[in-house]
């Protein structure tokens, strides 16, 4: 950032009053410019015992299959934002069963969250940021193509409390993507 989007003077990096975090702070108005994390919601949509992936149109990890996921939008919850995601990526629509995973990935500053659902009427197909959607019986998850780690860790929790017959919420992080997750849960 070199700009103040309140009043178009030069910014600098420095501890406001009060502070412990170094801010972007407005050398002229004194505006302090937050950064905060940014919020990736999806879902884990099921249909007759299956698993709908997309595969991305889009980089990062172009061709990769994920779940339909995306940064939610100011003005909506994060259980529109992953319906939408859903509608957007699958074509598909769905009910929301729960929250299923909360993952910190802080070294991106991001938080994924996913969602249970199931696909009302099992319609689904290739919004604009996939190449295609696909279920997958649970036996067949394409793992090495898989496009993130958070995808591959609710994966992994999903298909554990699958064959446990017992969800619940699960909270971990992420701390770098060649390092495993720290379990919270």
């Given amino acids: 950032m ?3 989007s309140t009043c178009g ?21 004194e505006t302090i410019h937050y950064q905060n994390p940014r919020i ?27 779940l339909p996921a995306g940064f939610m939008e100011n003005a909506e919850t994060t259980i529109e934002a992953a319906e939408r995601e859903t509608r957007e990526e699958a074509l598909a629509e769905v009910d929301i069963e729960g929250l299923y995973s909360i993952i910190d990935v802080p070294h991106i500053n991001q938080v994924h969250m996913f969602y249970r659902a199931t696909l009302k009427n099992g319609e689904f197909g290739a919004g604009e940021e996939s190449l295609e959607s696909q279920l997958f019986a649970l036996d067949d998850i394409p793992w090495n193509e898989l496009s993130f780690p958070t995808v ?29 997750s720290t379990r919270r849960d």
């Avoid at 003077?9 to 108005?29: A, K």
């Avoid at 017959?165 to 909270?171: A, G, K, L, Q, T």
């Fill in 2 to 4: 070199k700009y103040c």
């Fill in 9 to 29: 003077h030069l910014v600098e990096q420095r501890i406001p009053e009060g502070d412990n975090r170094h801010r972007y702070v407005c050398v002229s108005c």
């Fill in 40 to 66: 990736v919601a999806g879902t884990v949509p099921i249909w007759q015992g299956k698993i709908l992936l997309c595969r991305r149109a889009i980089e990062p990890r172009y061709g990769y299959w994920t």
């Fill in 152 to 180: 591959r860790k609710t994966l992994e929790l999903f298909l554990e409390d699958f064959r446990k017959e017992s969800f619940s919420v699960h909270v971990q992080d992420i701390r770098h993507p060649m390092s495993s």
